[in-house]
């Protein structure tokens, strides 16, 4: 088997979410265009986040059909896709479960693997996801060569994390980030929160004592006494 070329992050995201929706939502696949779409941006399982639009997940999708890795299906009024990654990859159950995962939500330690494919596949502890993955990044150059790299442990980490190659090679010994790290809070953020907070509270006291008068005027209780 020859190795595929390497694919674009767009067309690991549509075929990862093709492969999601067969094992999690099989009622509804095979999947629409607009199905494949929603899929691709949800905001839910998904690293990174991405905003595709009909015309590059079609452009992807006719790709990917161009390596047999989906196909078309007929019927109804909307045409549907469906992935073909197993017979391509030439992989068990178990490792295309893994391997979409990875394309979804990004690297992930073995237990974090096992927890995330609780809807794809259930394997019975970390190391049969490990067994699985060890198959995966020593896979022969004859049936295509590796599918996943295991990456350097990050500073801090108890675990290293796994990354899928089907989008080409990945250094094992750089850690990819985990995520986008959180906005640093600038000194002038937080004057200018408090400004805002003094001027509601004024506006809030000037309010109370317009509401206390306009009770003395009229001769109600103020307002907190009985």
């Not at 067309?11 to 509804?28: H, I």
């Not at 494919?117 to 993955?133: C, G, N, T, Y």
Request: glycine share 8%.
């Amino acid at each position: 088997m020859s190795a595929l070329r390497p694919l674009s992050p767009a067309e690991a995201r549509v075929l990862g979410t093709l492969m999601e929706k067969a094992r999690t939502v099989p009622d509804s696949y095979p999947l629409t265009l607009n199905m494949v779409v929603t899929g691709c941006n949800q905001k839910t399982s998904r690293d990174p986040l991405m905003n595709l639009d009909e015309a590059h997940v079609q452009e992807a999708l006719d790709a990917l059909r161009s390596l047999s890795l989906v196909f078309e299906t007929s019927g109804g009024r909307a045409t549907r896709y469906e992935h073909n990654f197993q017979r391509v990859l030439g992989v068990p159950e178990q490792s295309a479960a893994l391997l979409g995962l990875l394309m979804l939500r990004g690297p992930q330690t073995a237990g974090e693997l096992r927890i995330n494919s609780e809807r794809w596949h259930r394997f019975a502890d970390i190391s049969s996801v490990e067994a699985f993955l060890d198959e995966l990044q020593e896979r022969s150059t004859e049936k295509g060569g590796p599918l996943v790299v295991k990456l350097a442990r990050a500073p801090g980490a108890r675990e290293q994390r796994w990354a899928h190659l089907l989008c080409g090679p990945v250094d094992p010994g750089v850690e990819i980030p985990a995520a986008a790290p959180a906005a640093r809070t600038e000194p002038g953020d937080v004057a200018r929160l408090q400004g805002r907070v003094d001027t509601l509270e004024q506006e809030v006291a000037r309010l109370r004592d317009t509401v206390q008068r306009l009770c003395t005027e009229l001769g109600l209780s103020q307002v907190g006494q009985p």
